[in-house]
Nanobody
């Protein structure tokens, strides 16, 4: 059984920063896997924000390049999303997913049966 628990969301003013965490436990711990951060703003489709492949390669949506950083603490099995210079348009529900790769997100494919999801965290950026 796999569990992803997110934390770190909240409200911030434009230009501020937030760091999201996604703690992974369960059967994923013992193997390498892709992970992604996605977000869904009210009334909009879910979109990929950042991805981390099993070989450590990182990917970013154009809208967040240079502002967001995805990383993973392998020892603690925690995925992070450092978000800087936040904008009101970054307001969304952010979710992490494991065993769901960036290439699949970009291709618009659904997550496979082995993927797991965090509970989501709402981030609000005020102007």
């Amino acid at each position: 059984q796999v569990h992803l628990v997110e934390s770190g969301g909240g409200s911030v003013e434009a230009g501020g920063s937030l760091r999201l965490s996604c703690a992974v436990s369960g059967s994923y711990v013992a193997r390498n896997y892709c992970m992604v951060w996605l977000r869904q703003a009210r009334g909009k489709k879910r979109e990929g924000v950042a991805g981390l492949d099993s070989d450590g390669t990182t990917f970013y949506a154009d809208s967040v390049k240079g502002r967001f950083t995805i990383s993973k603490d392998k020892a603690k099995n925690i995925l992070y999303l450092e978000m800087n210079r936040l904008k009101p348009e970054d307001t969304a529900m952010y979710s992490c997913a494991a065993d769901f790769c960036w290439w699949a997100v970009v291709a618009g494919l659904p997550a496979g049966d082995t993927a797991s999801w965090g509970q989501g965290t709402q981030d609000t950026v005020s102007s």
